[in-house]
Each structure stands twice: as structure tokens, then as C-alpha cells.
């Protein structure tokens, strides 16, 4: 008996490091694990493990216009796709003058073939434009390294630059404003300790504030600034649903992203990321009205980008973040506005929820029809976690031997 379960526990160990990634994604209930054999001959894995000269050629033989680029990052075959993909135009939300340039353009070859894949997919839903949010972008520093301390340390070090140059008492009470006139509330003309205790006020004077009475103040005034933030990034952003984007290329997302105020860019880190990572362009009358969906931040704060293992994810240019397809007639689906999920729910297969919005119920096909055709590894959507709620994270990834739709 005890040799048996000796056995199976080798077994369950073999199994488990054959689906189990880096992160948490294979743990996921509906990672798929289908026959060797069947794998081999998915396009994902035979995609993730190509060498270059393999990538690069099949791109040549399909007639794909491409340019190759210098080395960057961990990016094996790094290259900037010229042309569109089976009629399909694929850029981040950048505008147009800036993604010539801009780093994240660059994708590895083998990625382009997937996507080269999926394009077929998206042709036949009359996508003719799809907006990522990233391909390639560098990596995070690795957790307990020393670049991730001095990333910390410089980050708390800006805060409490930010918290002085607001209120320069409130990290040093030793230091004196420059003017004792300005005040958190309203100013005064004489310093309250100079006011006698017991001085009568005149019409409509109000008594002095004590610290406690000036500490809520201040904790209120910051509450109410956080809430003008958030105002301000949903207005902005209907603003852009608002306004719309032609194509002739020529959007303004980069321009909007200046009236989000400081928490629109906590997504990624401004190293880390495209500066437009602005969610919104006009969503048109296929798609549906602003669909309300279950999931999105709570608050302000995007979260940010995560170290990834060298040759996988973003830093090796093998994935995408898809935010926004854009149909023939204009129209466009928004993963944020129109997928309609749930974080937990299953997105393809038995049981999987129907949305009750056709945008949402075609959003879903185009993620599932990837899935039958096996084009990437995995694909997380905003079924997944909060931190994919606008965009399906699309990774072809070399060496496993599972899938992942989720």
C-alpha cells in the first residue's frame, strides 16, 4: 500500500509540473491537458516552438509584410508587422505618427503567424482593425531582486516627494510653509496660536480649528480629491466613446489621456507601458448600448505589470492584449464595455454562460473559435481576474503541453 501511494504521488507531481506555469493560470479548473499527440499538431505549439529561421520563413512563404527589428528585450525574432493580416489591421492605441517608432509594436515572429491565425477568425466577424494594448513591453524587475527593492524604494521615495510638494507639514513637522496664510481649509489672517483662547468672535467668524478638527479636514479634502480622480478617468473616458476614432488612423486617445489625472496611468508602469492606455473609442450602434458589466476596478488603481520568466509573456513579445475590435461598418466590440462577464464563469465549452447583448455573444465566439482552432496557448479574459476586465490576454507559449481559455 505505502509503495502504491508512493507511486501516485510521483504521478500526481509528473502531471502537475506538465500543466503548471510560472503563475497561477494552469491552476485554473478549465485548463485543458488534450492527448500529446493532439498538442503537437495545435497551432500554438507548433507556433512557441519554432526557431527563428522556421518563423521568419513561414512568415516570407504566407506573404506576410514584416520588418525585422533589433534586438530588444528577451524577444527572439523581433519584428514590426507592416501590412495588415488577412485584411485585418493590427496597432496599439497609439496614434498613428507614434507607432513607427514605438516599442510596442514590436512582436516576436512566431506571434505574427498566430495572429496571422486569428485574423482569419476576426475576417470572418467583419474585424477589420484590431486595437492591443500591448505586445511587447520590458519586464518587471523579478520579486526579491535588488532592482525590484530600488523600484520600491524609488516609488515610496516619489510619493513622499508628491505628499510634500501638496502639504509640505505633513511629513516633516519640523518645516514651516512658506506662507503661514495657506492652510488646509480656509486661510486665515493671523496664525490660530496667536488668537486669544477666549477672544469674542464677529459676525460670522468661525472659531479656530484644533489639530484633530484640521487632520479630518485634511483627510476629507483627500477623499474628495480621490473622488474628483475618478470622475475625472470615467469622464474622460466617455468622452471618448463620445468622440470616436476614424480610420484613417488619426485617433486622440494620447491627447485624452492628459485629463485622466494621476491614477489613469497606474495600470503599468510609465517604463512598462504605452502612456495611451486609455480604454474608449466609439462603440457604435452594432455593438449595443454601454453594456453594463460584473467586472472592473474598484477603485482607481489598475494594478501593474507583473515579472514574467525569461522567453514568455510580453518581454518576449509572444503575447497580446486585445481591447478593442473595429468592424467594417465602424462599429466596434470593447472587451470593457460589451463582454459582460464574471470572474469564476467559464467563457467556452459546457456550461459555459450565454451574455444576454449580441456584442458580448460575439465577443465570447471569437475567444471560443480561437479555442477550436487552438491559435494560442491560453487566452485570459475578464472571466479570469479584475486585472484582464478590458482586454483578452492572447499567449502562444513554448514547451507545455495544455490550454487555457479563460
Excluded at 497609439?94 to 486569428?118: G, V
Excluded at 482569419?120 to 527593492?149: C, Q, W
Excluded at 463620445?242 to 480610420?247: F, I, K, P
Aim: glycine share 8%; hydrophobic share 35%.
Amino acid at each position: 500500500m505505502r509503495s502504491k501511494l508512493g507511486w501516485l504521488g510521483v504521478a500526481a507531481s509528473l502531471a502537475w509540473g506538465m500543466l503548471a506555469p510560472e503563475s497561477a493560470q494552469a491552476a485554473s479548473p478549465y485548463t485543458e491537458a488534450p492527448p500529446h499527440e493532439e498538442v503537437i499538431a495545435s497551432a500554438a505549439y507548433r507556433y512557441a516552438n519554432m526557431s527563428n529561421d522556421e518563423a521568419l520563413a513561414e512568415l516570407d512563404r504566407r506573404g506576410i509584410r514584416y520588418r525585422r527589428v533589433d534586438a530588444i528585450g528577451t524577444v527572439r525574432a523581433p519584428i514590426r508587422l507592416e501590412g495588415a493580416l488577412n485584411g485585418v489591421h493590427i496597432h496599439s492605441a497609439l496614434p498613428e505618427a507614434e507607432r513607427a517608432d514605438s516599442m510596442f509594436e514590436i512582436l516576436d515572429a512566431r506571434l505574427a503567424l498566430a495572429l496571422d491565425d486569428f485574423s482569419v477568425i476576426l475576417a470572418r466577424h467583419d474585424v477589420v482593425e484590431l486595437v492591443h494594448y500591448t505586445m511587447y513591453r520590458p519586464n518587471m524587475p523579478a520579486p526579491g531582486s535588488p532592482e525590484e527593492k530600488a523600484m520600491l524604494a524609488s516609488q515610496k521615495q516619489q510619493e513622499r516627494a508628491k505628499l510634500k510638494a501638496k502639504d509640505p507639514k505633513s511629513k516633516d513637522p519640523k518645516s514651516k510653509p512658506v506662507d503661514e496664510k495657506v492652510r488646509i481649509g480656509k486661510s486665515s489672517k493671523t496664525p490660530a496660536a496667536a488668537k486669544p483662547a477666549n477672544k469674542s468672535l464677529a459676525k460670522g467668524e468661525k472659531p479656530n480649528k484644533g489639530p484633530r478638527r484640521v487632520a479630518s479636514d485634511k483627510r476629507k479634502e483627500t477623499a474628495r480629491e480621490e473622488l474628483v480622480h475618478k470622475a475625472e478617468f470615467h469622464a474622460a473616458v466617455e468622452e471618448l466613446h463620445a468622440c470616436g476614432h476614424d480610420h484613417t488612423g488619426e485617433d486622440h486617445v494620447g491627447d485624452e489621456n492628459a485629463k485622466l489625472g494621476p491614477n489613469a496611468k497606474s495600470r503599468e508602469p510609465q517604463q512598462a507601458h504605452p502612456p495611451s492606455r486609455v480604454r474608449g473609442l466609439k462603440s457604435g450602434a452594432k455593438a449595443g448600448k454601454s453594456a453594463k458589466t460584473t467586472i472592473g476596478p474598484k477603485n482607481g488603481n489598475l494594478g501593474h505589470g507583473k515579472w514574467a520568466p525569461p522567453g514568455t509573456r510580453h518581454p518576449a513579445g509572444l503575447a497580446i492584449d486585445v481591447g478593442i475590435l473595429r468592424k467594417a461598418d465602424g462599429t466596434a466590440l470593447n472587451v470593457a464595455q460589451h463582454f459582460q462577464g464574471k470572474i469564476g464563469e467559464r467563457t467556452c465549452g459546457e456550461n459555459a454562460p450565454v451574455p444576454e447583448s449580441d456584442a458580448a455573444k460575439e465577443l465570447h465566439a471569437i475567444v471560443c473559435e480561437a479555442r477550436e482552432s487552438e491559435v494560442f496557448t491560453y487566452t485570459l479574459t475578464p472571466n479570469f481576474d479584475a486585472a484582464h476586465f478590458d482586454h483578452f490576454h492572447m499567449e502562444i507559449k513554448p514547451g507545455v503541453e495544455w490550454f487555457l481559455y479563460h
